[in-house]
């Protein structure tokens, strides 16, 4: 054998175990980054409980309309903290799914919430509505602009705030001449925002059947830049608000025309707070551009609050169609379910490989386990990252349909092997060459499924999608893993002494007939 022979046959086993080690060192990082970084594939609806709501839009909408409140929707989602949440439209409808959550209609009624913020003078307090008989209620523009007796007015001279302890020293009572007029409407509060309104308080804000006289809009939502909950130096939850720099001054507008007296913050046609306007000061001082909203807030409507606060308004108005509540125990029967499946067609490819094949069988086993360990690296990493990747039990189906298409790739190579180990050719000297030919039709058969799974994800929506995803993901990874794992590991096993082995040799798996 001449010098360069030599010479090309090194270098040629450099760049076999140069790639093999590559891709195993590859599969042993990521799995290992991924758990010291303790991440683990997001599961789904259908494999973690939780609960699902259709919207429709209540009118024809445009399609940027709808994307626009979809990309709100999947904000106050991610925002609340819920692990896995999904938005997406099906049509013209808007899913909403939220997986893990116990308890979700509070989370959904803020994350459904369609009215624009708004922000409107206190004038008084009002009783709640009485209804005489015989005459018909009056119209909501007929709602009187003022209170019937300057002994009700809610202003800074009748409240005589304390500054020490920030509050009022005298509480104007209830309005009577206001029980005859009935709440508005938040269809016509959102859109008369020049006009007076009688707007309930919320049951959340802890004044539920009070009611109140709200003079004109002073400022919207869109005046608040961002927002975020938390506890104030009393240990009471608030809301700490950072203005635009456009809304800046016009709250400082707002709130110096209103010192020492409430600013009612109206959001779907009820007040879910009435702050008194710098309670603790003598005399007004800008807020430059940051803003401390207290209230009757518990730690769940302080964040609901600054949920709103900072993603706006909905520019479509939703109807809700259906709310699914999936059981968290059918969720774990339904992952059992399917890691048994998955788990009881791994171990029955794996045998049959290792009886029919031999040593062959240990590389499939070898290159099933660095897959395994790749895929839950990248899915582990997608659900944490902003594509938010979510596994559910049709992703896991694909998964399971991929063990297939991978097996049969290992069949291809190994039955061309074995028809050169018929024709009396030497293994060493085929192995690479058959190979070629293999990996020509292995590739072919791939492409086939990527382009399959790839039309599937485009064109299919919900569990469909995930199955299309998770099958493109994994015949992605066969191919390359058949290149850089398959190929080097089977060229150096013939040509060391493991191809002479008795039973677990190559030659063994290649020269019987098999156990079918």
């Known amino acids: 054998m001449s010098p360069s022979t030599v010479r090309s046959r090194k270098r040629q086993r450099n760049q076999l175990l140069f ?19 303790k991440w683990t594939p997001k599961l789904g609806l259908d494999l973690a409980g939780g609960a699902e709501v259709i919207y429709k839009p ?19 989602a991610n925002a609340s903290g819920v692990t896995g949440s999904d938005v997406s439209t099906q049509g013209n409808d808007i899913v909403v799914e939220l997986p893990g959550v116990k308890n979700a209609d509070q989370l959904i009624k803020t994350i459904g919430n369609t009215a624009e913020m708004l922000f409107r003078p206190v004038l008084c307090f009002a009783p709640p509505y009485e209804k005489t008989k015989g005459t018909k209620p009056p119209a909501p523009s007929a709602v009187p602009s003022s209170c019937s007796s300057s002994s009700y007015d809610l202003t800074a001279a009748n409240l005589a705030i304390n500054t020490s302890t920030g509050e009022p020293t ?27 309104v009688i707007l309930p308080a919320s049951a959340d804000s802890g004044f539920k059947g009070l009611r109140y006289l709200l003079g004109p809009v002073g400022l919207t939502g869109s005046a608040i830049k961002s927002a975020q909950a938390g506890l104030n130096q ?25 010192f020492h007296q409430y600013i009612a913050i109206d959001l779907d046609g009820q007040v879910i707070s009435a702050p008194l306007t710098q309670p603790s000061q003598a005399g007004f001082t800008s ?57 009881g067609g791994l ?92 990996f020509r039709t292995v590739f072919t058969a791939d492409l086939v499924s990527l382009i399959g799974a790839l ?26 893993i058949t290149y850089f794992f398959t190929r ?29």
């Open 234 to 258: 009393t240990n009471a939850w608030v809301v700490d608000a950072t203005l635009t720099g456009a809304g800046s001054p016009k709250w400082d507008t707002m709130a110096e025309a209103n």
């Open 455 to 480: 039309v599937l994800y485009i064109l299919a929506v919900g569990d469909v999608k995930g199955f299309a995803f998770m099958l493109g993901l994994s015949t992605l990874m066969n191919i390359l």
């Open 347 to 438: 171990v029955l490819v794996l045998l049959y490989m290792i009886l029919y094949y031999r040593g062959l069988g240990l590389v499939v086993v070898l290159g099933l386990a660095t897959t395994s360990l790749l895929l839950w690296a990248i899915v582990s990493a997608l659900s944490h990252s902003h594509m938010n990747l979510t596994l559910d039990l049709a992703g896991v189906t694909g998964v399971i349909v991929s063990i297939g298409i991978t097996a049969d790739s290992y069949v291809i190579y190994f039955e061309r092997l074995k028809d050169q180990a018929r024709a009396g050719r030497s293994l060493r000297a085929t192995v690479e060459r058959t190979f070629t030919g293999a």
């Open 58 to 76: 209540a009118h024809q909408v445009s399609p940027s309309d709808l994307t626009t409140a979809v990309n709100i929707m999947r904000n106050r």
């Open 19 to 37: 790639s093999l080690g590559a891709v195993v060192i590859l599969a042993l990082g990521a799995f290992g980054a991924v758990l010291a970084a």
């Open 287 to 343: 807020f430059d551009g940051s803003v401390e909203i207290s209230g009757n807030f518990n730690q769940n409507s302080a964040q609901s609050l600054s949920l709103d606060l900072n993603y706006g308004a909905l520019p479509v108005r939703l109807v809700q169609l259906t709310k699914e509540t999936v059981s968290a125990t059918l969720g774990k029967a339904s992952l059992k379910a399917g890691l048994y499946a998955g788990l």
């Open 170 to 196: 005298n509480q104007p009572g209830e309005d009577p001449t206001l029980a005859a007029y009935p709440t508005t409407t938040s269809d016509y509060d959102s859109s008369h925002p020049k006009s007076d």
């Open 488 to 516: 080097p590991v089977v060229i150096l096993m013939a040509r060391s002494r493991m191809a002479e082995f008795r039973f677990l040799g190559l030659r063994s798996g290649l020269s019987h007939e098999g156990t079918a």
